[in-house]
């Protein structure tokens, strides 16, 4: 083999094969474990680090997909297991403060007759 090939082959391995073995790592550890808190290092910006950024993205989604199914879930079951209507908004509110981040919130309930 030429120098040249040599390096050229070196080269390939480090920035093409390698970082996608590592992908198709992750890819398997998420596959089996069912965990999404594996991250891939971006460290460049050519298609392999385009796919990693996409990986990324795609794990932050199914994070956020996996909140709201557990939350919807919960309030289901907070609705559906109370027969009172402070105790199931109160668990309303705890979901959805919860989900989206927020500190504290409220429920007003208002009589449109009034």
Not at 42 to 50: A, F, I, N, P, R
């Given at each position: 083999m030429t120098p040249m090939a040599m390096m050229v082959t070196i080269w390939n391995?480090?920035?093409?094969?390698?970082?996608?073995?590592?992908l198709v790592e992750i890819t398997q550890a998420i596959a089996k474990t069912g965990k999404l808190d594996?991250?891939?290092?971006?460290?460049?910006?050519?298609?392999?680090?385009?796919l990693a950024s996409a990986f990324n993205r795609m794990i932050g989604s199914l994070r956020k997909a996996n909140r709201v199914m557990r939350?919807?879930?919960?309030?289901?079951?907070?609705?559906?297991?109370?027969?009172?209507?402070?105790?199931?908004?109160?668990?309303?509110?705890?979901?959805?403060?919860?989900?989206?981040?927020?500190?504290?919130?409220?429920?007003?309930?208002v009589d449109r007759n009034a």
């Open positions: 391995e480090r920035s093409i094969t390698r970082p996608i073995l590592r594996h991250m891939i290092e971006v460290d460049v910006k050519d298609e392999v680090g385009h939350v919807q879930r919960d309030i289901g079951f907070a609705l559906g297991s109370s027969r009172d209507l402070t105790e199931s908004l109160n668990s309303v509110l705890e979901n959805v403060l919860f989900l989206e981040g927020i500190n504290c919130g409220g429920i007003f309930l």
